[in-house]
């Protein structure tokens, strides 16, 4: 990037920050969630860093908060309020501590340093004064400075005493936070009223506290924990767990999820234990603010422009965060589909580190209005796939690029289109409604990137399970030309693969024998391996489950060949969960004549597949009928192991809910699926619970 565009960056960057502060803090409206903003400050600080001649007075890396609303007094704080540095790794704590070691080497008779872990909850911080032991005003955070008179919001909360157990004059400051279900309930209310909802528990929170009347506020049910002592008329406790145990004393409710911790490995597995459990919480939780424990080596630590240096919030993965479109490009699938994928600036969200995004297909592309260069937020969909959510279009500088699908095949260079498609293709007026897929395709059958991918798909675990045949090898088998279908891999030897590029004779007969290995196949992965489109996975149990009331016994691959053709369409719909696009795909495939001549040459190979018992739905008839979606990461057993449970007790499992939906299992950070079963009022359940009806 030129000086230039470093510049204007820079300043977009600024002015969009600040546009959307003023939303959040002001208005109390926000446009995008805290993860959002929290990378774009990360991004504009991460410049001011690099180039520091950018560094503006009015930057919004240098404020602290918002200016107060004019609708309440405004109030001077006694001390100033701070806010914290963020941490989104352990490197960067390990950077922090490294610092602040280095700041107290130079200083005199130095105590051990040890560290208060809390659990940092999202709500709004406010700031109680008392005077001898009464409560005489309570107020927002504001700029740090100025804040709000909110003493007769904040005097509806139950937890927050009038008067305290001793008589001093103390300033402290909180968290005031509103649980989980009082937040459904309010949103439940402001949808009947067609109001906006609130994004989450910490904007209602804020929401309440700013009504006028405190009758609003007192119906909110709000919360609040204390967790610090700006100033005491006495001496201040020696630590941070001390201060915890005053404030206990005085009557004030404070969390007790804290803990001390001598060095940052102690840090860093409470950190993770509560990554773990912070959906489980009545209330919101953004990560753990860490704080060197002794007040002493506070004083000494001091202060930067903005923040303690003493302390540090360690906050959880964002599980949303912007990037930058750096290049778009179109990979093929085994489909023949034509798929824009966006190349991104590394960035790390939800865990793992994202350099592409999938954008699906043209109409996607025009809807979001993405191009390359464009600035935009990417979450995980579905807990782990990639995906762009939004484009913030006012980072614009002009000098982005508008992305078009291209008229041939990247790969072969073949006649690319979009196929023309049946509505319904039951339809029976004599007239059958079609329209154009969303997708592009390559019309090449022999193109060599749709034949990769039909391989890759069929040796992969839920299909043939090939160990030791990636993309890489499948890649490097067909470019020498040993093999060019599937049902080419049963005839490779070791003497066909010992002389290439990447085989010893060990590698060669390991191959081998995994390939042999596979030759024996239960028959739902056998139909997935073929890389049916839209007959995936659970198409393929639906079937086996259901296939002999639809033909009758069906015992291996011969009887597949002869018998598969004769299924119609209605047919195929008679299995409950098999839609119009997968029957006429199903009929499709099982009538064209080279794949039937495949499954000919694959049983001449010896590939065997075992149909078991058909019509089978599991060792207990207890969950038949009854449909799972799984969101989120169990603690004890894997997605696939879970999937086999509820199979194996006769259940059926979705990818995506709907009110047919019996149960949504959740784990640990579950994705859009656990929002989308809370609309609908679908059952959501633990992994807890969920054993309990596997084992019933």
């Not at 798909?457 to 890649?475: A, Q, W, Y």
Request: net charge neutral; hydrophobic share 35%.
């Amino acid at each position: 990037m030129t000086t230039d565009s470093i510049k204007n960056r820079a300043e977009k960057l600024r002015a969009e920050i600040d546009r959307f502060r003023y939303e959040y803090h002001v208005l109390d409206k926000p446009d995008i969630s805290d993860e959002v903003y929290d990378s774009l400050m990360r991004e504009l600080r991460s410049l001011e860093e690099q180039y520091p001649e950018l560094k503006t007075a009015d930057s919004p890396s240098q404020r602290i908060g918002g200016k107060p609303l004019d609708k309440f007094q405004k109030v001077r704080h006694r001390v100033r309020q701070w806010s914290l540095d963020d941490a989104f790794d352990f490197g960067e704590v390990k950077k922090w501590e490294e610092k602040i070691q280095r700041i107290l080497g130079k200083a005199e008779n130095q105590e051990k340093i040890d560290y208060c872990c809390e659990i940092k909850i999202d709500g709004l911080k406010v700031v109680l004064t008392y005077e001898k032991g009464l409560l005489v005003q309570a107020a927002t955070r504001g700029d740090g400075v100025i804040g709000e008179n909110v003493t007769a919001q904040i005097k509806t909360i139950q937890s927050i005493p009038l008067r305290l157990k001793k008589d001093v004059d103390i300033v402290v400051v909180g968290e005031v936070w509103m649980r989980k279900y009082e937040l459904e309930r309010i949103n439940k209310e402001r949808e009947r009223q067609g109001l906006p909802l609130f994004a989450n528990s910490r904007n209602a929170g804020a929401g309440s506290i700013r009504q006028l009347d405190p009758k609003v506020t007192a119906s909110r049910k709000l919360d609040s924990y204390i967790y610090d002592i700006d100033f005491l008329e006495a001496s201040l406790p020696k630590s941070q767990i001390e201060e915890l145990g005053l404030l206990k004393e005085l009557g004030f409710k404070v969390n007790p999820n804290y803990k001390l911790c001598k060095n940052i490995d102690e840090i860093h597995e409470f950190f993770e234990s509560w990554e773990h459990k912070r959906n489980k919480q009545e209330y919101g939780i953004d990560g753990v603010v860490i704080k060197v424990n002794s007040v002493k080596l506070q004083v000494a630590l001091g202060y930067t422009g903005k923040s303690p240096r003493w302390a540090l919030a360690y906050k959880f993965i964002p599980e949303k965060v912007t990037t930058i479109v750096e290049d778009i490009k179109v990979q093929v699938g085994r489909t023949g589909a034509l798929t824009p994928v966006a190349h991104l600036k590394p960035v790390l969200v939800a865990g793992s580190t994202v350099s592409r995004a999938t954008l699906h297909n043209e109409d996607e592309v025009r809807r979001l209005d993405i191009r390359i260069g464009d600035t935009i937020v990417i979450h995980k969909a579905g807990d782990v796939i990639p995906e762009v959510i939004e484009v913030l279009k006012n980072l614009r500088t002009g000098k982005e690029k508008i992305f078009h699908m291209p008229t041939r095949c990247p790969i072969c260079g073949g006649s690319v289109k979009r196929e023309v498609v049946a509505v319904s293709p039951l339809r029976r007026s004599g007239e059958t409604a079609t329209e154009l897929s969303a997708a592009h395709y390559c019309l090449n059958k022999k193109c060599f990137a749709v034949e990769k991918e039909n391989i890759i798909h069929f040796v992969s675990k839920k299909g043939f399970n090939i160990d030791g045949m990636g993309e890489k090898i499948v890649e490097h088998l067909m470019s020498e030309g040993l093999i060019s279908s599937v049902a080419d891999i049963f005839e490779l030897t070791t003497g066909d693969l010992e002389p290439l590029e990447r085989f010893a004779e060990k590698s060669a007969q390991n191959l081998v024998e995994s390939i042999e290995k596979s030759k024996t196949i239960e028959f739902p992965k056998f139909l997935y391996a073929l890389g049916i489109r839209h007959a995936g996975e659970e198409t393929a149990v639906l079937i086996q489950r259901n296939l002999k009331k639809v033909i009758g016994d069906i015992r291996d691959i011969r009887d597949i060949i002869s018998e598969f053709p004769k299924i119609g369409i209605e047919d195929w719909l008679t299995i409950k969960g098999i839609g119009e696009k997968s029957a006429e795909s199903l009929v499709v495939w099982f009538n064209d004549k080279n794949n039937l001549n495949l499954l000919v040459k694959m049983e001449d190979l010896g590939v065997k597949v075992e149909m078991g018992e058909m019509g089978k739905k599991g060792e207990r008839e207890k969950l038949v009928g009854k449909t799972f979606v799984l969101t989120g990461e169990l603690p004890n057993f894997t997605r696939d192991e879970a999937k086999d449970m509820i199979r194996s007790a006769g259940g059926d499992i979705s990818s995506s809910v709907s009110k047919k939906t019996d149960y949504v299992v959740a784990g640990v950070s579950p994705g859009s699926k656990y929002d989308k079963a809370k609309t609908l009022g679908v059952k959501i359940i633990g992994e807890a619970e969920f054993k309990k009806i596997i084992k019933a």
